[in-house]
């Protein structure tokens, strides 16, 4: 799709769905689909197509989940980032935040250093290995505001290990779907239950919140 017909999508998705764009947003989520649809032509990134669900899903829910950051410059932390989202539109709708995106597959961490050069993304770092590396690093520890994982499945052993990158009072973000609040047993002693937010309800997609303790 051109450059303008993606733009007029991605418009016309987020009026849908009553979320407020400025143009240059519209503008650099469509440069960066369009990077995402150019590379999945070579590689099996994610399964965008040209069905509305799929710009929803990779677009629209992260940008709806924007509003749960708590706060315009936070340090953010994406397992598993793949495709690029959520990490990279959220990036794109809030630029001063600190982005450290962590992808273990070569040809995938090349794309999403490909996406923050093409888009100039500052403060953003693509680290290409398992996130358990980060772990062994002193200047990691405790310093995320908030760990967002999508598409990755965790258990209580990957989420005690997750949290000792993330400060106290930090938030892990789950992106998914089905019953509201059925993460809620994967909270440990040092992560409590936070919220359950619906992100689009036609897709019965929500953001589960867990956060550590002060």
């Given at each position: 799709?051109?450059?303008?017909?993606?733009?007029d999508?991605?418009?016309r998705?987020?009026v849908?769905?009553?979320?407020d764009?400025?143009d240059?947003?519209?503008s650099a989520?469509?440069d960066y689909?369009?990077?995402?649809?150019r590379w999945?032509?070579r590689m099996?990134?994610?399964t965008?197509?040209?069905?509305n669900?799929?710009?929803?899903?990779?677009?629209m829910?992260?940008?709806r989940?924007v509003?749960?950051?708590?706060?315009l410059t936070?340090?953010?932390l994406?397992?598993?980032?793949g495709?690029?989202s959520?990490?990279?539109?959220?990036?794109?709708?809030?630029?001063a935040?600190s982005?450290?995106m962590v992808?273990s597959?070569?040809?995938?961490a090349a794309?999403?250093?490909?996406?923050?050069?093409?888009?100039?993304?500052d403060?953003t770092?693509?680290?290409?290995?398992?996130y358990?590396?980060?772990?062994?690093r002193?200047?990691?520890?405790?310093t995320?505001d908030?760990?967002?994982?999508?598409a990755v499945?965790?258990?209580n052993?990957e989420?005690?290990?997750?949290?000792?990158l993330l400060r106290?009072?930090?938030?892990?973000?789950?992106f998914?779907g089905?019953a509201?609040?059925d993460?809620?047993?994967l909270?440990?002693?040092?992560?409590?239950?936070?919220?359950?937010h619906?992100?689009l309800r036609?897709?019965g997609?929500?953001?589960?919140?867990l956060?550590?303790?002060e």
């Amino acid at each position: 799709m051109s450059g303008r017909g993606l733009e007029d999508r991605i418009a016309r998705r987020a009026v849908g769905h009553g979320i407020d764009l400025e143009d240059l947003q519209v503008s650099a989520l469509a440069d960066y689909v369009s990077l995402l649809e150019r590379w999945n032509r070579r590689m099996n990134l994610t399964t965008l197509n040209d069905s509305n669900e799929g710009l929803d899903r990779l677009v629209m829910e992260p940008i709806r989940a924007v509003q749960h950051l708590p706060s315009l410059t936070v340090r953010m932390l994406d397992i598993g980032s793949g495709g690029g989202s959520p990490a990279v539109p959220m990036k794109l709708m809030r630029p001063a935040l600190s982005l450290r995106m962590v992808e273990s597959k070569t040809r995938k961490a090349a794309f999403l250093r490909d996406v923050v050069r093409q888009l100039a993304l500052d403060q953003t770092v693509v680290e290409c290995c398992r996130y358990e590396e980060l772990l062994t690093r002193p200047d990691l520890r405790e310093t995320a505001d908030v760990v967002t994982i999508r598409a990755v499945r965790v258990d209580n052993g990957e989420l005690q290990r997750l949290q000792v990158l993330l400060r106290s009072g930090g938030s892990i973000f789950l992106f998914g779907g089905g019953a509201e609040g059925d993460s809620c047993d994967l909270a440990l002693p040092l992560l409590r239950w936070g919220a359950s937010h619906a992100l689009l309800r036609a897709h019965g997609s929500r953001l589960d919140v867990l956060i550590k303790g002060e």
